[in-house]
């Protein structure tokens, strides 16, 4: 129990694109549900909150016009990064929970923009 | 500020032997606390989770949490060469409505 999948794994695109990033939680119904961003050999980064059918809560510094997320139902929550550009390239993570129990990570997207 | 600390490694042991990784938090408040391990490239993957104080055990696992002294460890019995990964400490509260404070994660190395 408790699989989160990602969709895509990978993503390639040019610099100026949108792409969004789909998170599911397959097996539960998931209240809240994480953003988070890595870059290589660092740590996780809280990129913003999302419950659902609310607004999302952003983190410091992170620009929410840039990083649209959306949590539409209880299974889906969707990440688009808009308009992105080189600096923008980082491994996207998502993890849910029900409640406020134990989170679970999604696989996570590599996101590459040239 | 809720803070996570963990040193970072690497921290080296034989094949066969016990690895103690440690988790110190500031938040006096908090109720949860998880281990999660992530191998290179991957996501975290949940390990152990652990509410109360004393030991909680799971296979070659088991969580430490000393809620007076602030700390949290991890330690892994007959250490594997595949249990080489970083290993994410993360701390959640009532009052931070639950969202987990990760610490950096400590990295560990089993060598054959």
């Known amino acids: 129990g408790a699989v989160v999948s990602q969709h895509p794994s990978w993503v390639i695109c040019k610099s100026g694109t949108s792409v969004k990033i789909e998170c599911r939680s397959l097996d539960f119904q998931a209240t809240t549900m994480f953003w988070y961003r890595q870059f290589p050999k660092q740590s996780l980064m809280l990129m913003a909150t999302s419950n659902e059918g609310s607004k999302a809560t952003y983190e410091q510094g992170v620009e929410k016009d840039k990083f649209l997320i959306n949590h539409a139902s209880l299974t889906l929550s969707t990440l688009t990064v808009t308009s992105a550009h080189p600096e923008d390239s980082s491994f996207y993570i998502c993890s849910a929970r029900a409640g406020i129990e134990t989170q679970y990570f999604g696989p996570g997207t590599r996101l590459l923009v040239l | 500020q809720k803070e996570v600390e963990q040193n970072s490694g690497p921290l080296s042991v034989p094949e066969g032997a016990i690895a103690s990784l440690n988790c110190t938090y500031s938040?006096?408040?908090?109720?949860?606390f998880f281990w999660y391990r992530q191998y290179s490239g991957k996501s975290p993957e949940l390990i152990m989770f652990i509410y109360s104080n004393g030991d909680k055990e799971d296979g070659r696992f088991t969580a430490q949490l000393n809620k007076a002294s602030q700390y949290v460890s991890l330690l892994i019995r007959d250490s594997q060469p595949s249990d080489s990964a970083t290993y994410l400490c993360a701390v959640s509260s009532s009052g931070g409505s639950y969202i987990p404070t990760f610490g950096r994660g400590t990295s560990l190395i089993v060598h054959p």
């Open positions: 938040d006096r408040g908090s109720q949860s």
